[in-house]
């Protein structure tokens, strides 16, 4: 087993290359922040310090009269570009995919689960899918921001070589857990408006107590002022995709129909904002990694086709809205190839369910490759993750 004591101290440099060489970590040129949204773009100044990961390492440098122009933020988290091409006639478009993990609370799985009393949780993530296009010597520009996160209570896991899934545990009062999610879900509110919570978590065995708490914990919000800005919706992925039904996850978009329609996403026209997102899926399962990048993707491409029709952008059917099977298939792969990075930051391994993402269907390949990053994660939690922790905390100097 791994020391319990390991510290910042026992860190090497090869531990923070090794972190460094994760293939996670993104900046960009020019003028486009990379921490910052598409929306955010023109009104927000300088850098958001939730996903700045070499902050720190850039200390020595913020006080040089150039700095503005050394320093390039970087996130962890993800970046995709993919094209299409238009039909005769019409413009063709990029869609961009960008995942930053937030670097408060940040780290490795059973290592930081929850909350903390500043009411940061651990796996923070803001999603957002970008949409590129010139439209009659236009630039148009849409998108749509999600957000994951640990659910925000006090709870942990506790590694162990005898189980795959430790059983949660929760801690400290029911006021204590109260706090600590109110002010996660005021800054949430501050930053987004309005919060849709998908709850993903089973509503039996293991998972059951966490999720009911969580559940009342919610009730108890809105019932202290938080009604208007909070609506919650639970569904056990587990239970509705029982026998390898995962179609049925389909039904989470009928269910969500109303507030998904309310919410809209940012567009602007040469520069000039349109709209704006008025509204935000909040995300989550135990690890929100393999069950959330499914139904994240799933929401992801319903406002896809939204923002497609709005732009005038082609589809294959222009009476329905029917992707090209090409670009489909690229739009499956770049929500696949997101999950595993964000998997690989947290647990060390790709995501679980990730044939599902990537093809629409589960297949006996994707189920062995999830038996195998089962194991992997199992030996990483229980022989590696303290280090990685360790390095993850000395490299964002916490």
Not at 24 to 40: H, K, N
Not at 319 to 328: C, M, V
Not at 339 to 364: E, I, P
Request: charged share 25%; with cysteine; proline share 3%.
């Amino acid at each position: 087993m791994q020391p319990t004591d390991v510290t910042q101290d026992h860190v090497q440099a090869h531990d923070i290359k090794a972190l460094l060489e994760l293939d996670t970590f993104f900046y960009s040129e020019g003028s486009w922040d990379i921490t910052r949204t598409a929306e955010a773009q023109k009104i927000a100044a300088g850098p958001d310090e939730r996903f700045f990961w070499n902050l720190h390492a850039m200390k020595p440098f913020l006080q040089l009269k150039e700095s503005k122009n050394l320093i390039r933020p970087m996130i962890q988290g993800f970046v995709e570009v993919r094209s299409a091409e238009g039909r005769a006639g019409q413009a063709g478009f990029d869609v961009a995919l960008i995942s930053r993990r937030n670097k408060y609370r940040a780290g490795l799985r059973y290592e930081r689960r929850g909350v903390d009393a500043q009411g940061r949780v651990a796996n923070f993530v803001e999603t957002e899918m970008i949409v590129f296009a010139k439209v009659e010597d236009r630039t148009h520009i849409g998108s749509f921001l999600q957000i994951r996160g640990s659910i925000p209570l006090y709870w942990q896991q506790i590694a162990s070589t005898k189980t795959l899934n430790p059983t949660p545990i929760l801690e400290k009062s029911d006021e204590e857990n109260l706090a600590a999610m109110e002010l996660h879900i005021s800054e949430l509110e501050k930053l987004y408006k309005t919060i849709v919570i998908v709850d993903l978590v089973g509503q039996e065995g293991r998972e059951e107590p966490l999720g009911t708490r969580f559940k009342s914990s919610v009730k108890a919000l809105k019932a202290k002022g938080h009604d208007s800005t909070l609506l919650y919706h639970d569904y056990d992925f587990h239970v509705q995709t029982k026998g390898l039904n995962y179609d049925n996850v389909k039904t989470l978009l009928t269910n969500l129909e109303a507030e998904i329609e309310s919410m809209k996403h940012f567009w602007s026209v040469d520069g000039d904002p349109m709209m704006s997102q008025t509204c935000i899926l909040r995300t989550n399962c135990m690890d929100c990694l393999d069950r959330t990048n499914v139904v994240q993707s799933l929401f992801a491409r319903h406002m896809l086709t939204k923002i497609l029709v709005k732009l005038g952008l082609p589809l294959l059917d222009p009476d329905t809205p029917t992707l090209s099977p090409s670009f489909e298939s690229q739009f499956k792969n770049m929500w696949a190839d997101n999950g595993d990075a964000l998997s690989t930051a947290y647990t060390g391994t790709g995501a679980l369910k990730a044939d599902f993402t990537r093809t629409g269907v589960r297949n006996v390949k994707g189920m062995l490759n999830d038996g195998l990053n089962s194991v992997t994660r199992l030996y990483a939690d229980n022989f590696q993750n303290k280090m990685k922790q360790a390095t993850v905390d000395l490299f964002l100097g916490v």
